[in-house]
């Protein structure tokens, strides 16, 4: 079946960091990615997204490449903020408008 | 826009109590999926909605559970004689006929005593 694996966190970074947070996924066809974010007692947020191959999406600083060879979409940051502290959730939709398949979120720490 | 609602936001019960969520999806969206949520989890799937008819049910969706949208607007996901193990977030999550991008409401937090 269709499912995402993300690194484990916590991911722990002194601000100014560059952030990578490793998605890897495993689905047929050819799926939609996204990354939401969780800041602490709010809602899951849509960050970007990305529907075909080579597709980069990006918000707020944040990138990530749709990489069909290698499965991919890692999320990346040039330079992060105490305010990105937050859990960070890989997801995928099989083909449009189905349902989302999660990874299990990251965790990041930013400290001042 | 007024975003996705859900209420309540917190829901204490008893185990073998019975619980209602209720959903108000973004205006026009016909599409509503409702997703459960466990600590250091990400959200599973468990049912989802195009207009009043519900096209999917995840496994976890046990005969326990039953979710409606009768008029194709809000929804709501009861939960019968309610077990610890239902203890959670539930989301629900709203789209487009246009644009594939689930948004989110704030989630009701479940705890089964």
């Known amino acids: 079946g269709n499912s995402v694996t993300q690194m484990e966190g916590p991911v722990t970074l002194s601000e100014e960091a560059f952030l990578t947070i490793n998605c890897t996924y495993t689905?047929?066809?050819?799926?939609?990615l996204f990354w939401y974010v969780q800041y602490p007692g709010e809602g899951l947020q849509l960050l970007l997204k990305?529907?075909?191959?080579?597709d980069k999406g990006s918000n707020k600083g944040f990138e990530a490449t749709y990489r069909k060879e290698t499965t991919s979409f890692h999320l990346e940051k040039g330079s992060v903020q105490v305010s990105d502290s937050a859990v960070y959730f890989c997801a995928l939709s099989a083909t449009g408008f189905q349902k989302l398949v999660f990874g299990t979120g990251t965790r990041l720490l930013v400290s001042p | 826009d007024t975003g996705v609602s859900q209420n309540p936001r917190h829901k204490i019960t008893k185990r073998g109590q019975n619980v209602t969520f209720r959903c108000d999806p973004i205006?026009?969206?016909?599409?509503l999926y409702w997703y459960r949520q466990t600590l250091g989890q990400g959200p599973e799937f468990l049912t989802y909605f195009q207009n009043e008819a519900q096209l999917e049910k995840s496994r976890l969706l046990s005969d326990r559970f039953s979710a409606e949208r009768p008029k194709g607007s809000f929804s709501t996901l009861e939960i019968q004689r309610t077990e610890q193990g239902d203890s959670a977030m539930y989301l629900c999550?709203?789209?487009?006929?246009?644009?594939?991008?689930?948004?989110f409401g704030p989630g009701t937090r479940l705890l089964v005593l």
């Open positions: 205006s026009e969206h016909n599409r």
């Open positions: 689905a047929t066809g050819y799926p939609s």
């Open positions: 999550a709203s789209s487009s006929r246009v644009q594939e991008t689930q948004y």
């Open positions: 990305a529907t075909k191959a080579d």
